[in-house]
T-cell receptor, first 115, second 112 residues
Framework: ETGVTQTPRHLVMGMTNKKSLKCEQH?????MYWYKQSAKKPLELMFV???????ENNSVPSRFSPECPNSSHLFLHLHTLQPEDSALYLC??????????????FGQGTRLTVV | GQQLNQSPQSMFIQEGEDVSMNCTSS?????WLWYKQDPGEGPVLLIA?????ELTSNGRLTAQFGITRKDSFLNISASIPSDVGIYFC????????????FGKGITLSVRP
């Protein structure tokens, strides 16, 4: 496995369900991100983890709960979502600080549909 | 908040043609990035620009960091069918740890 991998690729869930999105990076990066991509809108940054600590939370509703158990894994726990939460959820990683910085590498995304 | 403007929303060109797209902002950015997103995939970084006036190429792609630091341009020469996709610009206004602001993207279609 290389790069940034996300599972599942597609997810359909009811508004009362609880599900989790998983992201794994194999690039040795120290920062990971969740973005939301809705049609005809710019990518929206949701959460940033740097060195496994959450450093940014862009006023995301509490029905989205991130978890970063180590620098290679990132989860997004979902519960009682709304239909307007249907979107493509993208995970990304990068290397920040030190002598080598890299720009964000994105995973393929999870297409989430809330019914 | 900061916004990056990309227009038009869609572009249609003939295979073999060159195409140019730009990205503008009302505020200054210190880094400009161009990403491409294929259908069903995540964005992939095409070109990164870190200095005002910088001109960088990646194969048939050329991008420039505007001298005012408020805009950037991406040119694709001799387009081919696999150039189809959504092209996003992104900007960063401070150091490497500051967050990216993305444009809405331009969907490019290439007619064979």
């Amino acid at each position: 496995e290389t790069g940034v991998t996300q599972t599942p690729r597609h997810l359909v869930m009811g508004m009362t369900n609880k599900k989790s999105l998983k992201c794994e990076q194999h690039l040795g990066h120290n920062a990971m991100y969740w973005y939301k991509q809705s049609a005809k809108k710019p990518l929206e940054l949701m959460f940033v983890y740097s060195l496994e600590e959450r450093v940014e939370n862009n006023s995301v509703p509490s029905r989205f709960s991130p978890e970063c158990p180590n620098s290679s894994h990132l989860f997004l726990h979902l519960h009682t979502l709304q239909p307007e939460d249907s979107a493509l959820y993208l995970c990304a990683s990068s290397q920040v600080g030190g002598f080598t910085n890299t720009e964000a590498f994105f995973g393929q995304g999870t297409r989430l549909t809330v019914v | 908040g900061q916004q990056l403007n990309q227009s038009p929303q869609s572009m249609f060109i003939q295979e073999g043609e060159d195409v140019s797209m730009n990205c503008t902002s009302s505020s200054i950015f210190n880094t400009w990035l161009w990403y491409k997103q294929d259908p069903g995939e995540g964005p992939v970084l095409l070109i990164a620009l870190y200095k005002a006036g910088e001109l960088t190429s990646n194969g048939r792609l050329t991008a420039q960091f505007g001298i005012t630091r408020k805009d950037s341009f991406l040119n694709i020469s001799a387009s081919i069918p696999s150039d189809v996709g959504i092209y996003f610009c992104a900007g960063r206004d401070r150091g490497a740890n500051s967050k990216l602001t993305f444009g809405k993207g331009i969907t490019l279609s290439v007619r064979p």
